[in-house]
């Protein structure tokens, strides 16, 4: 499943051309065409207003390319459609979009969003690989590269997903951001999430980026949403698992008290980790302080899952070993 869909500011303003239709030339003023929109298709940033640009850059780019403003339509429409779920629609947006005015990003760029979502990786990795081609910050908008992130996550490209979430970090935050306002939502948790796992993978070397990270994490996501509950108990694995224990049990004695351990992770969030049965890590650490025999059968299936292949493979045998032991005898017992 594809990650959790940007927050409202990224949103379109409604527009008069209907879903699906292209409209009539010279019927499109400039400020019909979002500025949103130029984030993914660079090309249409002449339409906008905005940036270094002006009405006479506006008119320049009209009269070399009179579809543009179209091509930029287009677009935005097949945004809308990937954001509602509309994936085949969207990529036939995108396609008109590249008729119209061949040889742009924009198209790419909304394609490869378009099949991320749709669960087609490779094409979506190929469809972005193009857009950079075409133009160095295509892939600049933070929306396209928790996408673009997400699928080199899927594909295995573990170290391109880490430059790319440490890319898009910084521009989580912000009006063209993953969040309506600060930075505080649940796509924004997601993706700081992703980037936390992703340092976690690298075992040892990438502990203190994790943790870092995944405080984060937990302070960009809503109290109550499903990120947070992951989020903390990714922190409290990470935490264990660097050694500061005590902070580990806290976390999750307090999760267990108020929101409760997961029997499931939601498969929107476990999706994001490099290692899928890094959730079950997540549900064993969390099921330790009120459920260790629970627990310790979760360790043990995140052994034969294939944990027992990964980084943390010691880590988690030591927890197994802890658990199998018995409790000491009570004096006079």
Same mark, same amino acid.
């Given at each position: 499943?594809?990650?959790?869909?940007?927050?409202?500011?990224?949103?379109?303003?409604?527009?008069?051309?209907?879903?699906?239709?292209?409209?009539?030339?010279?019927?499109?003023?400039?400020?019909?065409? !979002?500025?949103?929109?130029?984030?993914?298709?660079? !090309?249409? &940033?002449?339409?906008?207003?905005? $940036?270094?640009?002006?009405? /006479?850059?506006?008119?320049?780019?009209?009269?070399?390319?009179?579809?543009? /403003?179209?091509?930029?339509?287009? &677009?935005?429409?097949?945004?809308?459609?990937?954001?509602?779920?509309?994936? %085949?629609?969207?990529?036939?947006?995108?396609?008109?979009?590249?008729?119209?005015?061949?040889?742009?990003?924009?198209?790419?760029?909304?394609?490869?969003?378009?099949?991320?979502?749709?669960?087609?990786?490779?094409?979506?990795?190929?469809?972005?690989?193009?857009? #950079? *081609?075409?133009?160095?910050?295509?892939?600049?908008?933070?929306?396209? %590269?928790?996408?673009? $992130?997400?699928?080199?996550?899927? %594909?295995?490209?573990?170290?391109?997903?880490?430059?790319?979430? #440490?890319?898009?970090?910084?521009?989580?935050?912000?009006?063209?951001?993953?969040?309506?306002? $600060?930075?505080?939502?649940?796509?924004?948790?997601?993706?700081?999430?992703?980037?936390?796992?992703?340092? &976690? !993978?690298?075992?040892?070397?990438?502990?203190?980026?994790?943790?870092?990270?995944?405080?984060?994490?937990?302070?960009?996501?809503?109290?109550?949403?499903?990120?947070?509950?992951?989020? *903390?108990?990714?922190?409290?694995?990470?935490?264990?698992?660097?050694?500061? *224990?005590?902070?580990?049990?806290? %976390?999750?004695?307090?999760?267990?008290?108020?929101?409760?351990?997961?029997?499931?992770?939601?498969?929107? &969030?476990?999706?994001?980790?490099?290692?899928?049965? !890094?959730?079950?890590?997540?549900?064993?650490?969390? +099921?330790?302080?009120?459920?260790?025999?629970?627990?310790?059968?979760?360790?043990?299936?995140? +052994?034969?899952?294939?944990?027992? /292949?990964?980084?943390?493979?010691?880590?988690?045998?030591?927890?197994?070993?802890?658990?199998?032991?018995?409790?000491?005898?009570? /004096?006079?017992?």
């Amino acid at each position: 499943m594809r990650p959790p869909v940007a927050a409202a500011a990224l949103v379109f303003a409604s527009i008069a051309v209907a879903p699906g239709a292209t409209a009539a030339p010279g019927s499109v003023s400039s400020s019909d065409v !979002e500025f949103a929109t130029a984030q993914k298709a660079p !090309e249409c &940033l002449s339409f906008t207003g905005k $940036g270094s640009t002006g009405p /006479k850059s506006t008119l320049w780019a009209g009269a070399k390319q009179p579809s543009l /403003k179209e091509h930029c339509l287009e &677009l935005q429409q097949g945004i809308r459609r990937f954001r509602n779920g509309e994936f %085949l629609q969207a990529v036939a947006q995108a396609d008109r979009a590249e008729l119209l005015s061949p040889g742009l990003a924009g198209p790419h760029v909304v394609r490869g969003e378009a099949l991320a979502r749709w669960g087609k990786y490779k094409e979506a990795y190929e469809a972005f690989e193009k857009a #950079r *081609t075409l133009h160095a910050r295509a892939l600049d908008d933070a929306e396209a %590269l928790d996408d673009l $992130g997400f699928v080199q996550v899927r %594909l295995g490209k573990l170290d391109e997903a880490r430059k790319t979430y #440490r890319a898009l970090l910084p521009r989580v935050a912000g009006p063209l951001g993953l969040c309506a306002v $600060g930075g505080e939502c649940e796509a924004a948790g997601a993706a700081y999430l992703t980037a936390g796992m992703l340092a &976690l !993978e690298q075992g040892k070397p990438g502990i203190d980026e994790a943790v870092a990270v995944l405080r984060e994490a937990r302070s960009k996501s809503p109290a109550s949403s499903s990120v947070r509950r992951v989020g *903390t108990l990714a922190l409290a694995l990470a935490l264990d698992r660097r050694g500061d *224990t005590t902070q580990a049990r806290e %976390l999750t004695s307090e999760l267990s008290k108020t929101a409760g351990i997961p029997g499931d992770l939601p498969t929107e &969030l476990s999706s994001r980790f490099p290692a899928m049965e !890094e959730g079950l890590a997540l549900r064993a650490i969390g +099921l330790e302080a009120t459920e260790p025999t629970v627990a310790l059968e979760v360790w043990r299936k995140y +052994l034969t899952a294939g944990g027992d /292949k990964r980084a943390w493979a010691d880590h988690a045998k030591q927890h197994v070993a802890a658990l199998e032991k018995p409790a000491p005898k009570k /004096k006079g017992g």
